[in-house]
Nanobody, 127 residues
Framework: QVQLVESGGGLVQAGGSLRLSCAAS????????MGWFRQAPGKEREFVAA????????YDADSVKGRFTISRDNAKNTVFLQMNSLEPEDTAVYYC????????????????????WGQGTQVTVSS
């Protein structure tokens, strides 16, 4: 199985940027489709972005489209989430998730489709 560790969270002012990283160990990341999710206090977990195992297919939630970009470097076993133009509404704990990709274009957008999860990293955007 794969272990996931997120990093890069922190406190940033509205309009600023952060880059989250998700480092994988235990298995080659190239066999996994990856996703980012977030959960704000008192709210349900929501989908942010997903990427297929080779990076050719990506999906973004409407709420982050044009501001966030998911990418991956399989050679470094790492997935990234570049977050620009951050808003206070982006404040949440961000989680990366992985699932063995059965087909090359697989990039799930539902949390229940993922098997492995990281511990999360806090992102706080001040107004």
């Amino acid at each position: 199985q794969v272990q996931l560790v997120e990093s890069g969270g922190g406190l940033v002012q509205a309009g600023g940027s952060l880059r989250l990283s998700c480092a994988a160990s235990g298995r080659p990341l190239s066999t996994y489709a990856m996703g980012w999710f977030r959960q704000a206090p008192g709210k349900e977990r929501e989908f942010v972005a997903a990427i297929s195992r080779a990076g050719g297919v990506t999906y973004d939630a409407d709420s982050v489209k044009g501001r966030f970009t998911i990418s991956r470097d399989n050679a470094k076993n790492t997935v990234f989430l570049q977050m620009n133009s951050l808003e206070p509404e982006d404040t949440a704990v961000y989680y990366c998730a992985a699932v063995v990709a059965l087909v090359p274009r697989q990039a799930p957008r539902q949390g229940y489709e993922y098997r492995y999860w990281g511990q999360g990293t806090q992102v706080t955007v001040s107004s």
